[in-house]
């Protein structure tokens, strides 16, 4: 009995310090390569710093403006678009120079003001102020559109209650209902707490993925594969000191960006659990590990490899919720969402760092994340054992 | 240059990339379902917002105000809660994204000429969504109120309702959007999409490619004949120059036809610009491909310096003119942002040479920049 637990704990403890010198190997080959080093680190400091002064508001769109009234009541309008969102570009003369700018892309929106503008206003009767706005960008098309909506709107509601005599203070006795709004988690609604982390999430994904995929064809294409076929080494702990290995160095790289870039740079509140957060990356990158494995499987050089992992990193990147919501996505794509393991970790990096959600919400994303990661790891590993027999 | 060894090295190059039907058919595999997965999947339309309601008033009014969200296809209702207390669970889970909380004797204050005070709760996780949500609801109270405005005129004045209106809305605004007139953003992203596709592809497979000479050590072949090293890197990238070129036809085919983008440029114009754009970003895979030694490398570095890039500063999703200026900056610094400049400005826009003659230029100086640069730095006695 006592001999028995003897071998087993000395073959287990060979297992493992065979695993453990396999992935010293990695590391050492991994640390060796210079210009790959530089890469990591600048994907994981540089970059989540570089998206991180990025934005996605409007920020001084230029507005030109075609006044045919020349009046009081239209200079009280154009000078409401004001910066942040707005800057004033001047004025054109006809419609036919605000039609050029737009060409040019030198401007983004076109007021037109038409004459008589303060005498309509004055008498009662509606006016149309025409509004052009260059909309080949979706997304600065929409915001300048809603912003110039919301200041006419609020021009004319303010010249509504002028005419008819009721100043601010006597606003209370009007009925009508005051918008208070709160933003949650993020009140300024800052793009440097955004950005940095969707950034830092995927950039966690094109490492999980491309590394252990490259790490295992590399073997295959040099034929070193076959010095480790014939070692005492099993193919599992082949693959899984790749995995490990590049675990370590993806921990390595969220770490150095978490605590340098999101936290030392931008001030992200890390208002959730860190233990929690590693936690889930390292299930999530022993997730991708798997999708890279059953990549390098298929391919039998590293060009083959990048371009199968691009094929599958992409549309990851796109499905997973940062830049596209899944309610606005059309059916079909809202279901691919759901198997896309990165739209767990957006979710769950989101909601652990700025929102601090701890286990008892997550709970159903985790038990997702680990379910789809369980299955795509033993799939990988699979695939992977099989090309040796 | 002998155009005889330039054209054995691409023949050489070409029976390789032939032979390896798996890379080869990736090279159009890869551009192709880049272009349907993200022309169909991308949507950055904001809409069906699920939300959430605490309604203490439970009035006649209270009701007609929050249909006015509920029946928006911008929000989707997803049910009435009793206390304010349960919303911020639901908003940590992303099961609402904005809750509005109207309070008591909300038809009581207004009937009697009272403004009162509503909130709105957004989740403030992802900065685009929240503005427009915060936009959309804007939009929807103003449209309430104005309303509610009429009809205190015509009560206050006795006068029509129809004059009222009128009165309570004294400019409205029309818009009109140029370029993209249903502000599709499929039209604005699929036409964009081209630049990234060819982006991406052609680097991966040019270093990729040269990398994997070096690495298996059959470079060594090269060193050692007599091809000079001009004639090596014109033979060699040509084929994938070459594949990139096939790949601008075929997306433009599927810009134009699959998601129907109207092409108003000249296409001779466009046509050339891409082909230079092209030889631009297979620059990029070249000199990358220099740099490193290993083609684990070369592939993060390629990374580094295409994905990365045009996935941020190209105007994809980000637009360019609403960086600050250290972004913009930087984003003059990619190719990238010229030839989005050339697509939208031939699909789109419908201008031509005289408007886009300084991108097309910047391309240019790119390009012969990037070959000057591996020409220099190419050597056919390495130093170790």
């Given at each position: 009995m006592n001999s028995d637990w003897y071998i087993l704990r000395t073959r287990l403890g060979s297992w493992f310090s065979r695993l453990m010198a396999m992935t010293a190997k990695e590391l050492i080959q991994f640390g060796r390569d210079t210009l790959l080093l530089f890469a990591i680190v600048y994907l994981f400091v540089f970059d989540t710093y570089m998206a991180?002064?990025?934005?996605?508001q409007l920020n001084k769109a230029v507005v030109v403006v075609h006044d045919a009234d020349h009046s009081a009541a239209s200079r009280e309008l154009i000078y409401r678009f004001r910066q942040p969102y707005f800057k004033l570009g001047g004025e054109v003369l006809d419609n036919h120079a605000g039609q050029r700018l737009l060409d040019q892309g030198r401007a983004l929106v076109v007021l037109d003001i038409p004459p008589d503008f303060a005498h309509d206003i004055k008498k009662g009767t509606s006016v149309d102020v025409q509004v052009q706005v260059d909309a080949s960008n979706a997304v600065l098309g929409f915001l300048a559109s809603s912003y110039t909506a919301q200041i006419i709107g609020q021009y004319g509601f303010d010249q509504a209650l002028t005419s008819l005599g009721i100043d601010e203070r006597a606003l209370e006795n009007v009925p009508m209902v005051r918008n208070e709004y709160r933003v949650w988690y993020n009140p300024n609604q800052k793009d440097t707490w955004f950005m940095p982390i969707s950034e830092l999430l995927v950039v966690i994904t094109i490492m999980g993925i491309m590394l252990p995929a490259a790490a295992a064809v590399r073997e295959k294409e040099r034929g070193t594969i076959e010095q480790l076929l014939v070692s005492p080494l099993t193919p599992i702990q082949i693959l899984l000191s790749k995995v490990i290995a590049m675990t370590v160095v993806i921990l390595l790289g969220t770490a150095m960006s978490l605590f340098f870039v999101l936290h030392g740079v931008f001030a992200v509140p890390m208002k959730g659990s860190l233990i929690l957060f590693f936690a889930v990356t390292t299930i999530y990158s022993f997730t991708t590990a798997g999708l890279g494995l059953y990549i390098a499987t298929l391919s039998r050089n590293l060009a083959q490899a990048a371009l199968l992992a691009i094929l599958v990193l992409m549309p990851m990147i796109f499905l997973s919720g940062a830049w596209t919501p899944p309610e606005a996505m059309p059916m079909g794509l809202r279901q691919a969402m759901y198997i896309s393991p990165l739209f767990y970790f957006i979710e769950m990096g989101y909601a652990i760092l700025l929102k601090g959600a701890g286990l008892d919400i997550l709970w159903d994303s985790l038990l997702g994340l680990a379910l789809l990661g369980g299955l795509i790891f033993g799939f990988g590993v699979w695939r992977f054992r099989r090309q040796f027999k | 240059m002998n155009s005889r060894r330039i054209f054995a090295v691409a023949y050489k190059e070409w029976r390789e990339i032939v032979r390896d039907r798996l890379f080869l058919s990736l090279a159009f595999v890869v551009p192709v379902s880049l272009m349907l997965i993200f022309g169909y999947g991308?949507?950055?339309?904001?809409?069906?917002?699920p939300f959430a309601v605490v309604d203490h008033d439970k009035s006649a009014l209270s009701r007609d105000y929050l249909h006015r969200y509920i029946d928006s296809r911008y929000f989707a209702y997803q049910g009435d809660l009793?206390?304010?207390?349960?919303?911020g669970p639901l908003l940590a889970d992303s099961r609402i994204r904005l809750a509005i909380i109207i309070p008591p004797r909300f038809e009581e204050n207004l009937m009697a000429g009272r403004s009162v005070a509503i909130q709105t709760l957004i989740d403030g996780t992802f900065t685009f969504r929240t503005s427009s949500s915060k936009g959309y609801v804007i939009a929807i109270n103003a449209a309430f109120n104005s309303e509610l405005l009429g009809n205190y005129i015509s009560q206050r004045l006795g006068i029509p309702l129809e004059t009222a209106r009128e009165m309570a809305q004294p400019v409205t605004a029309e818009l009109r959007y140029m370029y993209n007139q249903e502000i599709k953003s499929v039209w604005s992203i699929a036409t964009v999409l081209m630049m990234f596709v060819l982006m991406i592809t052609p680097p991966f497979l040019t270093a990729l490619g040269v990398v994997r000479e070096k690495e298996n050590g059959s470079i060594y072949n090269i060193y050692a004949s007599t091809v000079t090293r001009g004639e090596f890197l014109i033979g060699k990238l040509a084929p994938y120059v070459g594949i990139s070129i096939l790949n601008i036809l075929i997306l433009w085919l599927m810009v134009a036809r699959l998601f129907g983008a109207p092409f108003k440029g000249d296409p001779l114009f466009f046509f050339l610009a891409s082909v230079i754009y092209v030889i631009c970003t297979t620059g990029i895979g070249l000199l990358v491909s220099l740099l490193v030694r290993t083609q684990v490398a070369a592939m993060m570095m390629t990374v580094v310096v295409t994905v990365v890039p045009s996935v941020l500063y190209s105007g994809l999703l980000v637009p360019i003119a609403s960086m600050d200026p250290a972004g913009q900056f930087e984003a003059h610094l990619f190719p990238a942002m010229y030839y989005t400049d050339i697509i939208l400005g031939s699909f789109l826009?419908?201008?031509?040479m005289e408007q886009l003659w300084g991108k097309v230029l910047a391309l240019l100086i790119y390009a012969i920049v990037l070959w000057t640069a591996s020409f220099l730095m190419f050597h056919k006695r390495p130093k170790s």
């Open positions: 991180g002064n990025i934005t996605m | 991308i949507n950055l339309d904001v809409e069906h917002i009793a206390s304010e207390r349960e919303i826009k419908g201008v031509g």
